[in-house]
């Protein structure tokens, strides 16, 4: 009897605790409020980026085309090419600009009817690169590190910025988060911004999603649900806090997945 009451003791602050982080969270990421089927010509959907009220912008993984999406439908309304075929994999936009990440760190500048200016990671060798937003308070560029290039280092993924007036990547990392703390299969496929401020952070490979506070803090994470989330690759958030998560194809129809926060 003594120790089943010690095990309690443990166990019963460890429920407390992860059942306050899931009562905090502001989504039911069971229950979309809207599900659209997308065009099989995004059955590679990426990166996702909130232009408006009632448009969204896309990349895929295998064109250099942004597509401008209606936001209630999901139906491509313009598209336009910026590059060559490649690997992209995310986008934001600021300033009348684009900016397409491409998975080794490469990131477009992209003006319609204009040449893309192109920023370089510098030595990103055996570098992966999936997510990419606007944190416009800082006036950077958020860029999430999917694998880094040095193999003793892939206990942690990184979070780089890029500065939008020295057009250049920081050396060091804004974020370097433990796995462990996690999943040890983390690895970022979607970045995006909270109007409240908090970092949300997609991982198709883990199915999860973490929370972090502007300053690294882990908020909160939660697992998501395989059926809904077959391939979850892009992130965006309306002004309104309004949530947008896009899945590509993956012997599955694409999606993107809207939820409204919990009153």
Request: net charge positive.
């Amino acid at each position: 009897m003594l120790m089943m009451q010690k095990m309690i003791l443990i166990v019963w602050p460890i429920l407390m605790a992860f059942g306050c982080v899931a009562d905090r969270f502001i989504y039911d990421l069971n229950t979309p409020d809207r599900t659209m089927k997308l065009s099989s010509e995004l059955n590679e959907i990426s990166g996702l980026e909130m232009i408006s009220d009632s448009v969204i912008a896309t990349v895929q993984d295998e064109k250099g085309k942004i597509y401008i999406l209606d936001l209630e439908s999901g139906k491509i309304k313009d598209h336009f090419d910026f590059g060559k075929k490649g690997d992209y994999e995310g986008i934001t936009h600021y300033k009348n600009h684009f900016y397409v990440l491409r998975s080794d760190g490469t990131i477009y500048k992209v003006k319609r009817g204009k040449d893309a200016k192109t920023y370089h990671f510098k030595n990103s060798k055996n570098f992966d690169f999936e997510g990419l937003c606007l944190d416009q308070k800082n006036k950077r560029l958020l860029v999430a590190c999917k694998t880094h290039g040095d193999k003793k280092k892939r206990k942690y993924f990184y979070i780089y910025s890029f500065s939008l007036e020295q057009k250049e990547f920081d050396d060091k990392p804004v974020f370097k988060i433990l796995k462990e703390d996690i999943d040890k299969d983390f690895k970022p496929s979607g970045i995006a911004i909270h109007p409240n401020g908090h970092i949300y952070i997609l991982s198709s490979f883990a199915k999860r999603l973490l929370v972090l506070s502007r300053k690294g803090e882990i908020v909160n994470q939660v697992k998501l649900n395989k059926s809904l989330f077959h391939q979850p690759e892009g992130i965006t958030f309306t002004r309104l806090g309004d949530l947008f998560i896009s899945n590509e194809k993956n012997d599955y129809t694409p999606t993107i997945l809207r939820f409204k926060e919990k009153k």
